[in-house]
């Protein structure tokens, strides 16, 4: 069964780090971009980071540069995003997706209201910043 797999999220206080995994199960995650998005209570979802099959190139959005990093273990079929100083304002149910088109995925992740054309998306973790 093809499938991405997020793990990692929790209840964590302003100021301290959570790290996200996106495992795939049934395919080669390595031919794959993969981003990650995020859609907090009432908000639309939004793209978060993302990086390219072989790790070489990565892109943040604005609010979170920093403070996140993304990187994958191809070996280990798996992406990550490590948060740093997260905020209240970082809750959110967290989503990686994935699809062979690197540009692709960079332009959605940026804002283009495309999500539906990304191929492959797992069911989310949610993280709750909060004191």
């Known amino acids: 069964q093809v499938q991405l797999v997020e793990s990692g999220g929790g209840l964590v206080q302003p100021g301290g780090s959570l790290r996200l995994s996106c495992a795939a199960s049934g395919f080669t995650l390595g031919n794959y971009a993969i981003g990650w998005f995020r859609q907090a209570p009432g908000e639309e979802r939004e793209g978060v980071s993302c990086?390219?099959?072989?790790?070489?190139?990565?892109y943040y959005v604005d609010s979170v540069k920093g403070r996140f990093t993304i990187s994958r273990d191809n070996a280990k079929n798996t992406v990550y995003l490590q948060m740093n100083s997260l905020r209240p304002e970082d809750t959110a149910v967290y989503y990686c997706?994935?699809?062979?088109?690197?540009?692709?995925?960079?332009?959605?992740?940026?804002?283009?209201?495309?999500?539906?054309?990304?191929?492959?998306w797992g069911q989310g973790t949610l993280v709750t910043v909060s004191s």
């Open positions: 997706a994935g699809d062979l088109e690197a540009d692709l995925m960079t332009t959605i992740v940026a804002g283009a209201p495309d999500q539906k054309y990304l191929e492959l």
């Open positions: 990086i390219n099959n072989s790790g070489s190139s990565t």
